[in-house]
């Protein structure tokens, strides 16, 4: 009894010991290879992390501040204090309105890094405008800028409700057929007739008489913001909309408005979805007309300049000059991007010295004859006894995209800038998934024959049908790269494209490394489930809808947005796609600029990938004993 009692704790320790010797089976130093794979750990994290790091540009930063009565403007909060809808509201249409006026002005850098703004929330009735520019000078002006829109939108907000009962007056009074006392009262019934002024509420009759000379000097300013607000959503839309006209039309090179209004107008008689844009275009600008009516009165009349920087109401702290540029932090994420290549080239290290990947990698090499001719053989049996041959891979997505064209150009037109190329650098590496993975859950059952008579790796199977789809997404790339040449040069007159091209391979070893991961699984698992084969393809069905290709996730937004990245890793792998080949998603009439993925979600995405590698090769591994069995 006391010997059992005194060996227990002997024993117990032996196991950890055991547990901790798992990741260090091979005794003495590091071997040759292991030194290298660390080096190129180090070196591939430099390579990633370096050129996004090294072209930041210098950006200087400041802030502005509005203020504002929240008693008055009492719809931008709640009972509780937050922030409304009709707040975000105010944001939103304040940044678009900045934008508008920056490209009416021909500057499209506004977004970029050292050329964008951010409004921050303090207090209740207080928010920070921060500005981001090239220079100091720049970002102040930016800054104040930002304000000032936004103290036009708190405005707006407020004035709304005045036009709310201003119309509902003058809507009791139209129908008692009173005629109208002044040309503003005119100019009100002009935007009852066209629904000129859309409100979340519909306008309801108001009993008591009211006159905009009756109005306070404060609600008078409020009520021309809100139609100055209302005017530039007008202009915008009239905008986009002849945007899209032109490029279905091929006007945009027609400069006198006499001949391209009667090109719109022939191409419309042939085309009815031209039609109906065109119609809807000519009702923004009559809407647009009205509008401005009223405002020109307001300001001829009344004299209600807008003077943001005068305390009221609502009104704009301007931005200080920033003395230095914000700190780029080059040294730590370099270093940073140094530890991390260490770490994961030491855990890859353990893993292999316990695991043996390397020989089985060895093993692999071997056999990398008869996957090149697996490889091959996939590739001449697709295109066998067919025409054009090995055309069709370059054929094969033109043909796609112009489908999606047609679709969404003429059947549910999109406002995406440069559609062509958003929708084909999305398209191609969704098309090398979908093959990758219906053809690797069929890669076992498929070669049953070869799997009993001669012993090989099981592996080499799914690594073929990858390997395969991934040599017919590299056929593809001069297509790829054609339309988006052509598109480039007939929609902004120059090629678009970037240096940030140079992280496609990248972009392509973590796609394949995904695919590879999911084939393991899903061809080991439909050896014991035949019934997977059939259900891939209707999954992959559903997973091309809940992953970005034909549209952008940013026009979604919020916690939706997010759930998709997370849980769908191709989404985030198109992202990276279209940041680098296409750029931000844009609306038409806007130049869309590539830059390199973010490197928290490059992080996220890679973690990902190689736990779906891992557990995809564990569950290989544990089945592929018994495939012949099976088979």
Same mark, same amino acid.
Request: include cysteine.
């Given at each position: 009894?006391?010997?059992?009692?005194?060996?227990?704790?002997?024993?117990?320790?032996?196991?950890?010991?055991?547990?901790?010797?798992?990741?260090?089976?091979?005794?003495?130093?590091?071997?040759?290879?292991?030194?290298?794979?660390?080096?190129?750990?180090?070196?591939?994290?430099?390579?990633?992390?370096?050129?996004?790091?090294?072209?930041?540009?210098?950006?200087?930063?400041?802030?502005?501040?509005?203020?504002?009565?929240?008693?008055? /403007?009492?719809?931008? /909060?709640?009972?509780?204090?937050?922030?409304?809808? !009709?707040?975000?509201?105010?944001?939103?249409?304040?940044?678009?309105?900045?934008?508008?006026?920056?490209?009416?002005?021909?500057?499209?850098?506004?977004?970029?890094?050292?050329?964008?703004?951010? /409004?921050?929330?303090?207090?209740?009735?207080? +928010?920070?405008?921060?500005?981001?520019?090239?220079?100091?000078?720049?970002?102040?002006?930016?800054?104040?800028?930002?304000?000032?829109?936004?103290?036009?939108? +708190?405005?707006?907000?407020?004035?709304?409700?005045?036009?709310?009962?201003?119309?509902?007056?003058?809507?009791?009074?139209?129908?008692?057929?009173?005629?109208?006392?002044?040309?503003?009262?005119?100019?009100?019934?002009?935007?009852?007739?066209?629904?000129?002024?859309?409100?979340?509420?519909?306008?309801?009759?108001?009993?008591?008489?009211?006159?905009?000379?009756?109005?306070?000097?404060?609600?008078?300013? !409020?009520?021309?913001?809100?139609?100055?607000?209302?005017?530039?959503?007008?202009?915008?839309?009239?905008?986009?909309?002849?945007?899209?006209?032109?490029?279905?039309?091929?006007?945009?090179?027609?400069?006198?408005?006499?001949?391209?209004?009667?090109?719109?107008?022939?191409?419309?008689?042939?085309?009815?979805?031209?039609?109906?844009?065109?119609?809807?275009?000519?009702? $923004?600008?009559?809407?647009?007309?009205?509008?401005?009516?009223?405002?020109?009165?307001?300001? !001829?009349?009344?004299?209600?300049?807008?003077?943001?920087?005068? #305390?009221?109401?609502?009104?704009?702290?301007?931005?200080?000059?920033?003395?230095?540029?914000?700190?780029?932090?080059?040294?730590?994420?370099?270093?940073?991007?140094?530890?991390?290549?260490?770490?994961?080239?030491?855990?890859?290290?353990?893993?292999?010295?316990?695991?043996?990947?390397? !020989?089985?990698?060895?093993?692999?090499?071997?056999?990398?004859?008869?996957?090149?001719?697996?490889?091959?053989?996939?590739?001449?049996?697709?295109?066998?006894?067919?025409?054009?041959?090995?055309?069709?891979?370059?054929?094969?997505?033109?043909?796609?995209?112009?489908?999606?064209?047609?679709?969404?150009?003429?059947?549910?037109?999109?406002?995406?800038?440069?559609?062509?190329?958003?929708?084909?650098?999305?398209?191609?590496?969704?098309?090398?998934?979908?093959?990758?993975?219906?053809?690797?859950?069929?890669?076992?059952?498929?070669?049953?024959?070869?799997?009993?008579?001669?012993?090989?790796?099981?592996?080499?199977?799914?690594?073929?049908?990858?390997?395969?789809?991934? =040599?017919?997404?590299?056929?593809?790339?001069?297509?790829?790269?054609?339309?988006?040449?052509?598109?480039?040069?007939?929609?902004?007159?120059?090629?678009?494209?970037?240096?940030?091209?140079?992280?496609?391979?990248?972009?392509?070893?973590?796609?394949?490394?995904?695919?590879?991961?999911?084939?393991?699984?899903?061809?080991?698992?439909?050896?014991?489930?035949?019934?997977?084969?059939?259900?891939?393809?209707?999954?992959?069905?559903?997973?091309?809808?809940?992953?970005?290709?034909?549209?952008?996730?940013?026009?979604?937004?919020?916690?939706?947005?997010?759930?998709?990245?997370?849980?769908?890793?191709?989404?985030?792998?198109?992202?990276?796609?279209?940041?680098?080949? /296409?750029?931000?998603?844009?609306?038409?009439?806007?130049?869309?600029?590539?830059?390199? #993925?973010?490197?928290?979600?490059?992080?996220? +995405?890679?973690?990902?990938?190689? =736990?779906?590698?891992?557990?995809?090769?564990?569950?290989?591994?544990?089945?592929? $004993?018994?495939?012949?069995?099976?088979?």
């Amino acid at each position: 009894m006391a010997q059992n009692i005194s060996s227990a704790p002997l024993a117990q320790p032996s196991r950890m010991r055991r547990g901790l010797r798992l990741l260090t089976t091979q005794r003495g130093g590091l071997r040759l290879y292991q030194w290298l794979w660390l080096l190129f750990c180090v070196v591939a994290a430099l390579a990633v992390v370096a050129p996004r790091t090294l072209s930041q540009p210098l950006v200087y930063q400041t802030s502005a501040e509005v203020r504002f009565d929240t008693t008055r /403007y009492a719809g931008l /909060y709640d009972a509780a204090g937050n922030p409304s809808p !009709d707040f975000q509201v105010a944001l939103r249409d304040a940044s678009d309105a900045l934008r508008q006026r920056l490209l009416a002005e021909r500057n499209v850098r506004f977004g970029a890094p050292n050329y964008r703004i951010a /409004y921050v929330p303090q207090a209740p009735g207080v +928010v920070q405008v921060q500005g981001f520019g090239a220079t100091s000078a720049e970002a102040q002006t930016l800054a104040n800028a930002a304000a000032d829109e936004l103290v036009r939108q +708190v405005q707006a907000a407020g004035g709304r409700e005045v036009l709310r009962n201003l119309l509902g007056w003058e809507l009791v009074a139209a129908l008692q057929g009173e005629a109208p006392a002044n040309r503003f009262q005119t100019h009100l019934r002009a935007i009852i007739e066209q629904s000129a002024y859309p409100m979340n509420r519909a306008i309801e009759p108001v009993a008591v008489r009211m006159d905009v000379a009756s109005l306070t000097t404060d609600e008078r300013d !409020d009520l021309t913001r809100s139609l100055e607000s209302r005017y530039d959503l007008w202009t915008f839309e009239v905008n986009t909309r002849n945007a899209a006209l032109d490029a279905s039309c091929n006007t945009a090179s027609i400069t006198t408005t006499g001949r391209r209004e009667a090109a719109l107008a022939a191409c419309a008689a042939t085309a009815p979805t031209v039609a109906a844009e065109l119609e809807l275009r000519d009702q $923004a600008i009559a809407s647009r007309q009205s509008i401005q009516d009223a405002l020109r009165y307001l300001l !001829d009349t009344h004299d209600t300049i807008f003077m943001p920087e005068q #305390p009221g109401p609502a009104f704009r702290v301007a931005a200080d000059v920033p003395a230095a540029p914000v700190p780029r932090q080059i040294a730590p994420l370099l270093l940073l991007a140094v530890v991390a290549g260490l770490v994961f080239g030491t855990i890859s290290v353990a893993v292999d010295r316990s695991a043996g990947v390397m !020989d089985k990698l060895r093993d692999l090499w071997q056999y990398r004859a008869l996957i090149s001719n697996l490889v091959l053989r996939d590739l001449r049996a697709r295109y066998k006894g067919s025409t054009l041959g090995y055309l069709w891979t370059q054929l094969a997505p033109l043909l796609l995209m112009l489908v999606f064209m047609f679709v969404f150009s003429l059947l549910l037109p999109t406002s995406i800038a440069l559609f062509p190329v958003f929708l084909i650098v999305g398209l191609l590496p969704w098309n090398y998934c979908a093959e990758a993975i219906t053809s690797g859950t069929r890669s076992i059952i498929d070669n049953a024959n070869l799997i009993k008579k001669v012993y090989f790796p099981r592996e080499v199977l799914p690594l073929a049908s990858v390997f395969s789809s991934l =040599l017919n997404l590299l056929l593809s790339l001069p297509m790829m790269f054609l339309v988006m040449a052509l598109t480039q040069w007939l929609a902004l007159g120059r090629l678009n494209f970037a240096w940030t091209f140079a992280y496609l391979p990248v972009l392509l070893i973590i796609q394949t490394l995904f695919l590879v991961g999911m084939t393991f699984f899903l061809s080991a698992f439909a050896v014991f489930v035949r019934d997977t084969v059939h259900l891939v393809g209707i999954v992959i069905q559903f997973w091309f809808f809940l992953t970005p290709v034909f549209y952008s996730l940013d026009l979604i937004g919020g916690s939706l947005a997010r759930v998709v990245r997370w849980l769908n890793p191709m989404a985030s792998i198109i992202e990276f796609y279209r940041e680098i080949l /296409y750029g931000n998603t844009v609306a038409i009439g806007q130049i869309p600029t590539p830059a390199p #993925p973010a490197l928290d979600s490059m992080l996220r +995405v890679l973690v990902t990938v190689l =736990l779906i590698l891992a557990a995809g090769y564990w569950f290989f591994q544990r089945q592929s $004993a018994q495939f012949g069995e099976e088979l």
